[in-house]
């Protein structure tokens, strides 16, 4: 396997093999089978970088559940501008019911503690955030997310829904910015 990609101006390196990640999404589609048995959570895909690891974790969450989707942004290039902007509502009722955030990656937390004021005011039972990538050397919110697959140094990464400048995203691995 080629260890290292060009994407754009940039060289990255293997980081994460794909199998890596296959057991980890596996492994946290059990834990939430478990908590959330009869509950019928929706799940709540953040695009576009969730779309991968929430396609894969929702093959193994075999129970009553919902999906729906939003879209966010707060990442141009490599680094966060600080600022979220939402680009698509929430198109469900989520009142009185159980709500998993689905995210590929928390960095700052500014992107689920902005997704997370909107949801409040929607009257959910609960939210939890269930993300596949945790850099807690970046993050400045007050509450780690529950779930969580792997927990990263605070450098960039791409692959397995993450891009580069829209890049990148359609890899199976997940490979990290080379220095
Ligand atoms: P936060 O708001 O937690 O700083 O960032 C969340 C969003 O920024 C993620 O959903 C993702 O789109 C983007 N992001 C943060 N870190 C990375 C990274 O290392 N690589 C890529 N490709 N996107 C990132």
Redesign the pocket.
Known sequence: MDQNIQIHDKLFKLFIPSEYIQDEVQSIADKLMVDYADKNPIFLV?L???FMFAADLLKHYTDSCDITFTK????VG?T?VGK?TKQMDILINVSNRHVIIV??????????EALKLNLFELNPASVEICTL?F?PE??KGTESPKYQGFVIPN????GYG???DER?RNLKDLYQLKE
């Open positions: 953040v576009n970088g969730a966010l942004s707060s990442y490599t966060s979220v995210e590929d990656i928390v960095d700052t937390g500014l992107t689920i990538l850099k970046a993050f450098k960039f990464v791409l993450l891009d580069y990148g």
